[in-house]
Structure formats: structure tokens, C-alpha cells
């Protein structure tokens, strides 16, 4: 970059920092390096003109009141463990991280929790917990997700096979809009229906309507013990089935399925003795306190009618142990490579049809692709396996990838359950939702960000602003 530019850019981060006055402000390329990408590594990130760190609502509104009188780009990012790239820096833009955001609030009359959105996803359960509550929602990455990366993508996870997802437990929030408004969306109440729901209209899109500075969030009293069930079987169409009969008669608090390709990572790694031989291993938890066990039977009752190879209840410890196999799923694949990370969905009696052709998509492409899933609610996780160091196995990679998304769209299914369009993700969008949704979905954007400057090129292409 000739010395032009960088006098244009000096002269930007001197009226920015004057802009922003306390606010924290870096703008040395070694600073910025790890906020340009989330997890999803996108090779196309820009480098920012400089990424800024608020503390408060104040703080990003003044940051918003500047990129618009300066038609500059900003990118909202919570702890950079997305997985679509929704969190990529743009050329010359803002990346405002929430990381330093992080008050809570516990409410214990009204089961409440009021929170900034840097908090981890993990520290605001270990609030909760310490006054005898709980936050559901549980993304297998909990422990290092961001609060308000969660509602930006409405993240699901574990348990909410039984207990929903993250737009489930948001009854309020506090937004800041591209022109640095700040507006209240719903509130501390259970039951509020006046006028349009803005509030789900902003849990779940990305960053692009606004930046999330608050979010108050429902609790639950502290749940039950749950039990845990474990099945190998000798064939994923018949994990499938069983999956399929379980959640069709009762509504397990958990229902995961690894592939054998998953299950050998997660044994490489732990060395709990896993079963390597079996095509699929499906882990099940009921927290129904019913004394007679109806749906802890059921669920074995299912497994044997599905020709498992071995069914049987895991003493509380090495049911733990198995939760957290399937939490490890993901980074121990990503030890055989690079990954491009799928998190598509299918209606339930879909799921064998999903799997069998996700496998012979990886046969017909030549690449390894893990298959780990929220199975209780179609939302699955095929994990394809890169080796961007081969041209010719990335580009078949990346061909798999779209086959992938494709076909959850022939089966009915979505392109992503829970981590977002992002960037990745969206040539595929308007096979998913067609182009008249598409459009309603463009005037919405442009109503809210008519310069186009939050989050471009994730979910709309980069010029979705003024009509």
C-alpha cells in the first residue's frame, strides 16, 4: 500500500480514536491479526482499518455513529468461534469485538438473567448455577462461546433436543442499529405480544441488523439427574432408525450420534475405550424422574428393536464420559486436517436418507467425512476433511461441501441448524428459501442498514444496501 493510503488511514484512526475517546482502539497489523477470522478460517479475510473493543452500549454507539457518518464496513464479533464465517473482517473496515462486554445480572424472583455479550456461554450457566438456576442452551464449544455469538446465530447444542434453543430463552434484548440507536426489544416479561416481534427478528441474523450490546435471557430451575444410554451398532442406516423410534415416543434430553470415522478421532485422542469396529455409536439421556425409568426403557427398548450390536445404561461417570466424547468430536477430527465444517438439518424420518447420502457423496468425491449429529432433531454435523496442501482434494472438498447442503435442501432439510448463513454458506441460501423470501429479506436489510455497512457479505452479498 503506497504512502497515500497509509496518510488516508492515519489520518481515519486519529479521528476514529477521537471519536471514540476511552474506547480501546488497535490498529497495528500484529493487534489485529487474530480478530480478522472466526473458526471457520476464512482465506479471503481483509485486513481491518482497526478493531475496537467497547465496554458498553454507549461505547458502541459511538462507534456505530462514526462508521456511518464515515461509510465505513463493521464487522460485530463475539469470541471468534463461529463456524461460517460470519465473523470475517472486511478491507479497510471496523471489527468491533464484545469481548471486553461483560456484566451479568441474576434475577432469582423472576428466573432472569441480564447479561453483556462477551460473557462465555459457560460463565453465564456458572452464574445461574450459583444461585441454584440454569441456562440450557449448550453448544458443544460452550466453554469458549460468547453470549452474543449465540443469540447472533441462535445456537442450539446438546440438550436442546428437549430444552430448545438459544431464541428460546432471549425475552429481551438491547440493540445497537448502523446509525448508533440503541432500541429495548421485548423485555423482563413471559408474555408480551405488542407489535411486531423485532426481538426474533434479530436473535439469529448474524450481525447484520444490528450489534447486540444486552440480552436479557429466561432461566430454568437447576434440572434433574440425567441418566445415560449407550448403543453401537453394525450399521448407520440402523442407528438412524433407532433415533428415529426414540424421539417418536418420548423426548430424551439428549440424543447424539457419531459415525465410526468421529468415534475413531475422539478415541485417538481419549483413549476411553470406544468401540472402533462399529459404524455408529448413539449417546441418550432421559432426566425424566419417573420412578418406574419409562423412558430410559424405551430408549434401550429402541435400540434392541434396531439391531444394536450393544445397548445398556453408563454408570453416571461414564455417561459423563461419553457427553464429553461427543463434545470432543469436532477438534479431534480437525487433528486429520483442515475442516469445512456442515451443519445442515433434516425432518427426522429423513436422517438415514442424510447419512447414507452424505457417505456416498465422500465415496464419489474421494474425501473423508466425519458425520457427528444433534440427531434427536435432524441437525447434523458432517465434517469434511481438507487437505488444502492437494489443489485437486480441495477443490473435490469443496464440490462435496455444496453436494452436502444440496442434498439436506432435496430432503426438505436447511443449509444450517445453528451456526449460521455467514459467508460460506450463502450461494446456497436462495436454493433453500427461494428468491421472493430472499427479496422481503433484502428490504428488511436495507430498512435497518441502508448503507449496507453491518456485517457485509454475510447472508447478502456485499452490495445488498441501497435499493
Not at 43 to 51: E, N, R, S
Not at 186 to 199: C, E, I, Q, T
Not at 285 to 309: C, N, V, Y
Request: aromatic fraction near 4%; glycine fraction near 12%.
Amino acid at each position: 500500500m503506497g504512502s497515500g493510503a497509509e496518510h488516508g488511514e492515519s489520518e481515519l484512526h486519529g479521528a476514529l480514536r477521537a471519536a471514540l475517546g476511552d474506547v480501546t482502539v488497535l490498529a497495528e497489523p500484529a493487534a489485529m491479526e487474530p480478530y480478522r477470522r472466526d473458526r471457520a478460517l476464512d482465506p479471503d479475510a481483509g485486513v481491518p482499518l482497526a478493531v475496537v473493543l467497547p465496554e458498553s452500549t454507549a461505547d458502541v454507539q459511538a462507534v456505530m455513529r462514526w462508521a456511518s457518518a464515515h461509510g465505513v464496513p463493521v464487522t460485530p464479533r463475539g469470541s471468534g468461534t463461529g463456524l461460517s464465517g460470519g465473523a470475517t473482517a472486511v478491507e479497510g473496515g471496523i471489527v468491533l469485538g464484545t469481548e471486553r462486554m461483560r456484566a451479568i445480572r441474576i434475577d432469582v424472583d423472576t428466573r432472569m438473567a441480564v447479561v453483556q455479550p462477551g460473557l462465555l456461554n459457560a460463565e453465564v450457566k456458572a452464574a445461574a448455577a450459583a444461585h441454584g438456576l440454569w441456562y440450557p442452551p449448550d453448544p458443544a464449544s460452550f466453554e469458549i462461546c460468547s453470549i452474543g455469538g449465540n443469540a447472533a446465530t441462535n445456537a442450539g447444542g446438546l440438550c436442546c433436543v428437549k430444552y430448545g434453543v438459544t431464541a428460546d430463552y432471549v425475552l429481551g434484548a438491547e440493540v445497537v442499529l448502523a446509525d448508533g440507536r440503541a432500541v429495548a426489544l421485548g423485555g423482563p416479561r413471559l408474555k408480551d405480544v405488542a407489535g411486531l416481534s423485532m426481538l426474533a427478528l434479530f436473535v439469529g441474523s448474524e450481525g447484520t441488523l444490528g450489534v447486540i450490546t444486552e440480552l436479557t435471557l429466561r432461566l430454568l430451575p437447576a434440572p434433574p439427574p440425567a441418566r445415560t444410554v449407550v448403543a453401537w451398532f453394525g450399521s448407520t442406516e440402523r442407528a438412524a432408525g433407532a433415533v428415529v423410534a426414540i424421539a417418536s415416543r418420548v423426548r430424551p434430553s439428549m440424543l447424539e450420534y457419531m459415525d465410526r470415522l468421529s468415534v475413531n478421532a475422539v478415541e485417538d485422542v481419549l483413549g476411553m475405550g470406544l468401540r472402533r469396529d462399529a459404524a455408529a455409536l448413539v449417546v441418550a439421556r432421559s432426566d425424566d424422574q419417573h420412578p418406574d425409568g419409562a423412558e430410559i426403557a424405551a430408549m434401550l427398548r429402541a435400540f434392541a428393536d434396531h439391531g444394536a450390536l450393544e445397548a445398556f445404561e453408563a454408570e453416571p461417570a461414564a455417561g459423563e464420559r461419553f457427553a464429553q466424547a461427543r463434545r470432543m468430536a469436532i477438534p479431534a477430527v480437525e487433528r486429520l486436517g483442515p475442516l469445512l465444517m456442515e451443519d445442515v438439518g433434516v425432518p427426522l424420518p429423513m436422517l438415514a436418507d442424510l447419512i447414507t447420502g452424505v457417505e456416498a457423496i465422500a465415496a464419489a468425491r474421494g474425501v473423508a467425512i466425519a458425520f457427528i449429529a444433534h440427531a434427536g432433531d435432524g441437525n447434523t454435523h458432517p465434517l469434511i476433511v481438507d487437505d488444502p496442501g492437494d489443489p485437486g482434494h480441495a477443490a473435490r472438498a469443496r464440490l462435496a461441501y455444496g453436494e452436502v447442503m444440496e442434498l439436506a435442501i432435496r430432503l426438505g432439510g436447511t443449509i444450517t441448524g445453528e451456526h449460521g448463513v455467514g459467508r460460506l454458506k450463502r450461494p446456497w441460501l436462495v436454493d433453500q428459501i427461494g428468491e421472493d423470501l430472499l427479496g422481503i429479506s433484502r428490504r428488511v436489510k436495507r430498512a435497518l442498514d441502508p448503507d449496507g455497512i453491518l456485517n457485509p457479505g454475510v447472508i447478502f452479498e456485499a452490495d445488498d444496501g441501497p435499493a
